[in-house]
């Protein structure tokens, strides 16, 4: 990370993965989830780990509610 740089974010593609899930029945099927990685990289004397860790728990929020951001 370079100054000014606090923060680098790295988005991966999504890609389907597949997975089980229940219905309403209660019976496990599966189901195709898009899937994909996100990283974080900061500068500890910038922004301590807490404080990138709040940050990724909300954007991982967004990101698997994006009528959330309306």
Same mark, same amino acid.
């Given at each position: 990370? =370079?100054?000014?740089? #606090?923060?680098?974010?790295? !988005? &991966?593609? &999504?890609?389907?993965?597949?997975? !089980?899930? +229940?219905?309403?029945?209660?019976? +496990? !099927?599966?189901?195709? =989830? #898009? +899937? *994909?990685?996100?990283?974080?990289?900061?500068?500890?004397?910038? !922004?301590?780990?807490?404080? #990138?860790?709040?940050? *990724?728990?909300?954007?991982?929020?967004?990101? &698997?509610?994006?009528? *959330?951001?309306?």
């Amino acid at each position: 990370i =370079n100054p000014p740089q #606090a923060c680098i974010l790295a !988005v &991966s593609k &999504s890609e389907p993965k597949v997975g !089980v899930v +229940k219905d309403a029945t209660g019976r +496990k !099927v599966p189901h195709i =989830n #898009a +899937k *994909m990685t996100v990283q974080l990289s900061s500068d500890r004397r910038v !922004v301590d780990d807490a404080l #990138a860790g709040q940050f *990724m728990q909300v954007l991982g929020g967004y990101l &698997s509610e994006p009528q *959330m951001l309306i």
